[in-house]
């Protein structure tokens, strides 16, 4: 499902290039919405084969798919209320909690390692990508060509979950990019754990909320465990900690299901701790809107959906409260807007001066670094037909492509663009048999919308510094002047080319 800007998240409503019907299986590397999110969409437009995943991914799924379904009818449901959009067509849901529930009921469980067969001529097994609960890579043989699919890795030494592993000897590694430009300060958990106190000290100190937008599976798991440990030490006080998210809430007691399995659980009693208040209904949600000097933790992760806007609305004017990023936000989104700097946002048609201190920690990414990537890919090698590098911000995906062309990676590296087609030989590198739409290239990264959003966000602050109401409205003239001018002169460009 693509995440991010307006103009790109319409690419979900596009109709799939391939007939449904025809598909054998799918198999799912995890439960990350980015992932499985259009999966109701499939399964609603005739899919009826199995979903395999592993049995982690799959009790995630059982909350996931059916909040995801929700958000869909939600947010159709908010557009379609909005002023603005009084004289357009109804938007509908690209799915809905129906069609989730459908769909997961498709999910057949895989253990690590085991060889299964998807579908006739194919098998395949899982490798643990220390990513987050559940999370694999794929490996795939099919027709004596040898494919691994790295799904999203985890970096080394990551709370949870062992490093990150997968065969070697490949034919075509398809690999993810998402840190490919950057390397990270090699943090440990304790040393995590130190940067997270100063930020809830300072942040606490200034007598406001520390509110933090979360992503519900993995991130909010990991603060908690953080937080807990930092009380139960003694060096924290015992905050108040307001996990603000029905969804994380469920992914928490996955978690909690699954507690045997993961390391740095201590009892496994974390998640219970006496300092951790779980808000489960919407009124319990608005009486946070009275608290100062606690800790608030929202999704979603980028700000996009959720309660997370609802708690920003309410703290990014206050001076004393502070808004802290501990995960990745892509371009074109809410989170990435304001990191970025910008004195006024627009969250639900509404203007929203950012006065709160705006900080961010990065050592808590469940993605690789240019660094984690580089040692998981030489572990893969040899590898003697193409090496694809997706799931990455352009810049980032160019930066790695760089490094692994000067590492020898791969006898072939490949950035592929959206709705191109490759071949994939055995031992030989692949070859493009069909070329992207350009349309749906440029619907990476911000789009108009994000610009309208910054420059309607600052209009009236700019026209107020105009010296009289004449000159003011002169100013409006002259705006619709060039906007019916630019009109004008595309028409008459559409005519002459025609």
């Keep these: 499902m693509f995440q991010g800007s307006r103009t790109l998240e319409t690419l979900n409503r596009d109709p799939f290039e391939f007939d449904v ?19 109701p969409r499939l399964t609603a437009e005739g899919y009826r084969g199995p979903i395999f995943a592993t049995p982690q991914t799959r009790d995630l799924l059982y909350y996931m798919l059916p909040d995801a379904g929700r958000i869909q009818e939600g947010d159709a449901e908010r557009r379609n209320r909005r002023q603005d959009r009084r004289d357009e067509e109804p938007i509908e849901p690209i799915y809905t909690e129906a069609d989730s529930k459908a769909a997961y009921e498709q999910v057949e469980t895989v253990a690590l390692h085991d060889w299964f067969a998807p579908a006739a001529g194919f098998r395949a097994r899982l490798w643990n990508a220390g990513h987050i609960l559940g999370s694999t890579s794929v490996e795939i043989e099919v027709g004596g060509v040898h494919l691994l699919f790295s799904g999203d890795l985890g970096p080394d ?70 937080i807990a440990t930092l009380i139960n030490t003694g060096r924290l006080a015992h905050p108040q900690v307001f996990i603000d998210s029905p969804l994380a809430t469920r992914a928490t007691e996955v978690f909690a299901k699954h507690a045997g399995e993961l390391e740095d659980m201590g009892s ?40 997370i806007r609802h708690h920003l609305r309410y703290n990014l004017g206050r001076r004393e409260s502070t808004i802290l990023f501990v995960g990745f936000q892509a371009a074109g989104t809410l989170g990435r807007t ?55 911000e352009e810049g980032s995906i160019e930066t790695f492509r760089r490094l692994m062309q000067a590492d020898d990676a791969a006898a072939s590296i490949v950035t592929p663009k959206i709705g191109e087609t490759y071949s994939l030989p055995s031992r030989a590198s692949s070859k493009r048999l069909k070329t992207g739409k ?34 003011r409205r002169e100013a409006l003239a002259r705006m619709a002047e060039i906007l019916h001018s630019y009109q004008a002169y595309r028409e008459h460009r559409k005519s002459r080319s025609s």
């Excluded at 219970?272 to 319990?284: K, L, N």
């Excluded at 929203?352 to 240019?370: K, L, W």
Aim: a negative charge; proline letters at 2%.
């Design 268 to 307: 496994g009693e974390i998640f219970r701790h006496p300092s951790f208040h779980y808000t489960a209904s919407t009124m319990e949600s608005m009486r946070l809107n009275d608290m100062s000097g606690a800790i608030i933790m929202a999704a979603s992760g980028m700000c996009e959906a959720g309660r």
């Design 157 to 226: 030494h990551k709370a949870f979950h062992a490093d990150p592993e997968g065969p070697a000897g490949l034919d075509h590694v398809f690999c993810e990019s998402t840190y490919g430009d950057r390397v990270r300060e090699d943090v440990t958990i304790e040393q995590r754990r130190t940067l997270l106190e100063a930020e809830i000290n300072a942040a606490l100190t200034r007598g406001g909320n520390l509110v933090i937008p979360v992503f519900a599976l993995e991130r909010t798991q990991e603060l908690l465990l953080d």
């Design 21 to 39: 019907r025809k598909i054998d299986a799918v198999v799912l590397t995890h439960a990350h919405i980015d992932h499985s999110g259009l999966l």
């Design 438 to 471: 350009l349309e749906l290239q440029e619907a990476v990264g911000r789009d108009w919308q994000n610009d309208y959003a910054d420059f309607s966000t600052h209009l009236k602050k700019e026209l107020q510094n105009i010296e009289s109401a004449s000159a």
């Design 338 to 392: 304001i990191l970025d700097g910008a004195n006024r946002v627009r969250i639900w048609g509404q203007d929203v001066a950012v006065r709160a201190q705006i900080r961010r920690i990065d050592t808590y990414s469940a993605h690789a670094d240019q660094k984690d990537l580089q040692r998981w890919i030489r572990a893969r090698k040899p590898i003697d037909g193409s090496l694809f590098l997706g799931h990455g």
